[in-house]
C-alpha cells in the first residue's frame, strides 16, 4: 500500500497538483487497543488549487482488501 500510494502521489506532483500525503504503518509488535493489527493505509489529498488540509473525508476511498474498510 505504501509503494502504490507513493507511486501515486509521484504522477500526481507531475501533472502539476497540490497534495498532502498521510501515510499510516501497520504496527510490528502490538496493534493499539480498538486498532486493527496489520492494516497499512496512505492517504492522499489533492487539487489543482492550493491545499491547506489533509482532508476530514474521503471523495474516493480505494481498499486493497475487506479489513481495510473497516479501517
Known amino acids: 500500500m505504501q509503494l ?8 500526481t506532483a507531475i501533472l ?3 497534495l498532502a ?3 499510516d504503518f ?3 509488535i ?6 486493527l493489527a496489520g492494516v497499512s493505509a496512505f ?7 492550493d491545499i491547506l488540509t489533509p482532508g476530514d473525508q474521503p471523495n474516493v476511498l480505494v481498499a486493497m482488501n ?6
Do not use: K
Request: charged content about 20%.
Open 30 to 35: 502490538r496493534a493499539p487497543a480498538g486498532s
Open 43 to 49: 492517504q492522499i489529498h489533492f487539487s489543482d488549487e
Open 16 to 18: 502539476g497538483n497540490d
Open 4 to 11: 502504490t500510494g507513493e507511486r501515486f502521489t509521484n504522477a
Open 66 to 71: 475487506p479489513l481495510s474498510v473497516r479501517h
Open 21 to 23: 500525503t498521510l501515510p
Open 26 to 28: 501497520p504496527a510490528e
